[in-house]
């Protein structure tokens, strides 16, 4: 392992132990506090949840704070269903966008990136859709973008962004969920999880990029 990598991985560790410190420490707001903020709109925060993740590609709203307030509004397993819903819906509109009426501003405000992007896309469909949200090499938005330029099956395209964003998502929601748990062993179990999950991507992050350099060549 690379030390440039092994800087990152300290740093990830780094970084959540300080957010969970700060929140216990000083921060230390309630569950139903959190839960209020979100929910205090009733039976339909579900949906308007859903709705506003739909469209934060087009508001350039962080798609990790919002994540983090699902777990937390929601909890680890009804968060993530929720938050891949409204994420799927969101890139699909990414998609949909750009290949009806976006191509030509996409590719401007891009530029080459997107159009290598697009070429190892239009080769490989499903499976690099599926490899890159699971291994985020990229801006989340700028797959979507780059899938619609290409040609691919917009089945192929949700199907790999679902199963893609599953692993993420989870840790996500369920980190949110856990920062303000009592149970200090439910911390510690999602703060390992989302630190696997963050951490993978950096570990196979060279090996990605040659494969879709190797992918690209062809």
Not at 70 to 95: C, D, H, K, N, V
Not at 182 to 199: H, R, V
């Amino acid at each position: 392992m690379k030390s440039k990598t092994k800087i990152q991985i300290v740093s990830i560790l780094v970084f959540i132990g300080i957010l969970i410190y700060m929140n216990q420490r000083y921060i230390n707001l309630s569950p139903q506090t959190l839960k209020h903020i979100i929910l205090s709109i009733g039976i339909f925060a579900p949906l308007i949840y859903v709705l506003f993740y739909s469209v934060r590609p087009f508001i350039l709203f962080p798609a990790s704070v919002l994540t983090l307030a699902g777990g937390l509004a929601f909890g680890p397993f009804y968060g993530t269903l929720l938050t891949i819903t409204g994420a799927s819906i969101g890139a699909w509109l990414a998609f949909m966008f750009t290949r009806k009426f976006g191509a030509d501003k996409i590719r401007s405000k891009w530029g080459s990136k997107i159009i290598s992007l697009e070429n190892v896309i239009q080769k490989n469909g499903f499976f690099i859709i599926l490899l890159l949200r699971l291994i985020p090499l990229f801006h989340f938005d700028l797959i979507s973008y780059a899938a619609g330029l290409s040609k691919m099956k917009t089945s192929h395209f949700l199907a790999g962004t679902f199963l893609g964003m599953l692993p993420g998502t989870f840790a996500y929601s369920f980190l949110g969920a856990s920062t303000v748990s009592e149970n200090k062993s439910l911390m510690i179990i999602a703060i390992l999880f989302f630190s696997l999950i963050t951490i993978l991507p950096l570990v196979f992050k060279n090996r990605i990029k040659r494969y879709i350099s190797a992918k690209e060549e062809k």
